[in-house]
Nanobody, 124 residues
């Protein structure tokens, strides 16, 4: 059974940093990639970053490019999202998700398994 557990969310001041973790277990052999998404109240779920397992290819949403960094520790079965220079546009519930196939790497509908999410709040 696939399980994804996010952690690391919290309250941070504008300009601050947080590091989110996603602990994964039960993945099918040969899964394609892991992504991070976020959803703010009243808004659609937005793809933030995705990393492809077999070759390490990474893609980011334009809104976070240069500020967020996704990484994958295969030995620990954990995906990280380092978030720097957080601003008032970043607060949301952040989710990690697994996809089994290639395609549009930031499209939520193409991910098969999801974690429960972790809240990120940016406030002074």
């Amino acid at each position: 059974q696939v399980q994804l557990v996010e952690s690391g969310g919290g309250l941070v001041q504008p300009g601050g940093s947080l590091r989110l973790s996603c602990a994964a277990s039960g993945f099918p052999q040969g899964y394609y990639g892991i992504g991070w998404f976020r959803q703010a109240p009243g808004k659609e779920r937005e793809g933030v970053a995705c990393i492809v397992r077999h070759d390490g290819y990474i893609t980011y949403a334009n809104s976070v490019k240069g500020r967020f960094t996704i990484s994958l520790d295969n030995a620990a079965n954990t995906v990280y999202l380092q978030m720097d220079s957080l601003n008032p546009e970043d607060p949301a519930v952040y989710y990690c998700a697994m996809r089994e196939y290639s395609g549009m790497l930031l499209r939520a509908a193409e991910f098969q398994q999801w974690g429960q999410g972790t809240q990120v709040t940016v406030s002074s």
